[in-house]
């Protein structure tokens, strides 16, 4: 899918928002779980992609995904 440097620059950001200078360390843990909250879809979404684009081409019971099943409208994000 080639979206791991992209990943981890939209992580990096996100972190830097959810943590910003001053954040205490004690807050840090608390915090997390709202990585998972907001970036976990979009990571779940990439790693199914990849191990669907991974698949046999000619295998019918793995698909790989089309533009039209990748396109979600209420994600900032879009697969073309």
């Given amino acids: ?9 939209e992580d990096a950001v996100f972190l830097a928002a959810l943590m910003p200078l001053g954040t205490q360390p004690g807050e840090i843990v608390s ?6 909250k907001y970036r976990g879809e979009r990571i779940n979404r990439i790693q199914d992609y990849s191990r669907r684009n991974g698949k046999d081409l000619s295998d019918p019971h793995n698909p790989r ?16």
């Fill in 31 to 36: 915090r997390l779980p709202l990585l998972q």
């Fill in 1 to 9: 899918m080639g979206q791991g440097g992209t990943m981890a620059i």
């Fill in 65 to 80: 995904p089309t533009t039209i099943q990748c396109k979600n409208p209420g994600s900032l994000w879009h697969m073309q």
